[in-house]
Every structure is written in C-alpha cells, then in structure tokens.
C-alpha cells in the first residue's frame, strides 16, 4: 500500500541556518509528490511538486526538494530558514492507481529561533 | 483569481447534534475533495467529486457522515450525530481534473470543530 513517512515530527532551526526535511514514501511506480506548507489557522498551501524529469524542484519562498528513487525520498531543503517559515510541513504522494486522491505524511512542525 | 472558500471557520458543539460545512471550490474546478485533519495527523480524504458525482467516499464514516454537490458547484459535508473522535480540522481542497494524479489540490482554511 502508498505510503508517506515524515520521521521528524518537531524540528527547531535558528533563523539564518540551513533546512531539510525528510519524507520517505512507498509506492510501486514512479510517484508524483507534493510538499505543502499549513501556517497556524490557515489551510495547505503548496510548495512544489515533483512528476517527472529533473530530481531537483524549484518551489515557492526559496524552497527546493531532491526526488531520490534509489532511497524512495523526497527531502525539503532551504539554505536559509527565515522566522516566517515557522509553520507545519507535509509531503503527500499522488496518482494512488485508480484515483486521484493524495496520501499525506502526519506532518513536521518546524520552530524557527530568533 | 478567489481561492477555496469555507465556512464557518470554527464550530463548537455538543456531542449527538448535528453540524453542516459548506464549500466554494475555485471557479472551473471540477474536482472537488474533503478532508479530515486531526491534530497530530495529517489529512485524511473522506470524500472525492467529480462534479456532482462521487468518485472515492471509501474513507468517509457512511452512518454518521454525509455530502453532496448539488450543480457540481459548491458542497456540504454533515455529520450527524457527532461524536467526541470528530474533533478535528476539516478542510476542502478543488482541482482542475485533467485526469491524472497530477492535479494539484488547491486548499480552502478550513472549519476547526470541537465536539464537546
């Protein structure tokens, strides 16, 4: 069955300091993945997407993420954190076969030091 | 271009009533989802239109849950009677179906309900 795993539920950066978080995903084809960003009160707002061709994605607000088939990973990286980013942050996998419905991660609540 | 638009925003209510929430996905979008997000988690589809019709409800609690999408346009979601495990953040997400999974999901601030 699809799955997403985020491991790290909480992460505290500085602000200033570089950012990467993990998703790992199980799915037998080629996955087309997400990561959305949810500030508090507010619904998801989407930060890249992954569906083919380069492994390397531009997003929104200075994000990139890396799709890795050989480790089935789709890690979030940005080189400098700013106290704006402070928010919760979920990887989902598309194209679940037969539907179009997403699977999301439990999410990773990212706090942003001063 | 307007985005998802949800109401209301937050919902107290007892145990047993009932509770309706309404949703305007973005215009054109024929695609139209409902999730449930309990803290700690994150979403859970429940139901998946496409227009009026349903395409996946195998994750919506069929005796106590209900939507519809009269006209393909805008939707309810109810839960009657409600229980304390329904506390949660529901949100409703559209997309413009080109179908395949790619679509991306577009998602409307969602209706924080406490079930007390």
């Known amino acids: 069955a699809q799955s997403v795993t985020q491991p790290d539920i909480h992460i505290t950066v500085s602000e200033g300091a570089s950012l990467e978080l993990r998703c790992n995903y199980s799915y037998g084809a080629t996955p087309y993945l997400f990561w959305y960003v949810q500030s508090p009160g507010q619904g998801l707002q989407l930060l890249l997407k992954?569906?083919?061709?380069?492994?390397l994605v531009q997003g929104i607000k200075g994000f990139e993420a890396e799709f890795k088939r050989s480790q089935s990973s789709f890690n979030l990286r940005k080189p400098s954190v700013h106290w704006s980013d402070a928010a919760e942050y979920f990887c989902?996998?598309?194209?679940?076969?037969?539907?179009?419905?997403?699977?999301f991660g439990t999410g990773t609540r990212l706090k942003v030091l001063a | 271009e307007a985005g998802v638009a949800q109401s209301p925003r937050y919902k107290i209510i007892e145990k047993r009533q009932s509770v309706a929430f309404w949703c305007n996905p973005i215009s054109g979008h024929a695609t139209l989802y409902w999730y449930q997000q309990i803290l700690g988690q994150g979403p859970k589809l429940l139901i998946q239109f496409q227009n009026n019709g349903v395409v996946d409800d195998s994750q919506l609690p069929k005796d106590r849950f209900s939507a519809e999408r009269l006209k393909g346009v805008d939707s309810t979601l109810k839960i009657q009677p409600a229980k304390l495990e329904d506390s949660a953040v529901y949100l409703c997400?559209?997309?413009?179906?080109?179908?395949?999974?790619?679509?991306?999901?577009?998602f409307g601030p969602g209706t924080r309900l406490t079930v007390l």
């Open positions: 997400a559209s997309s413009f179906p080109r179908g395949r999974g790619t679509d991306t999901q577009y």
């Open positions: 989902a996998v598309g194209a679940v076969p037969g539907t179009y419905k997403y699977i």
């Open positions: 992954y569906f083919s061709g380069d492994t």
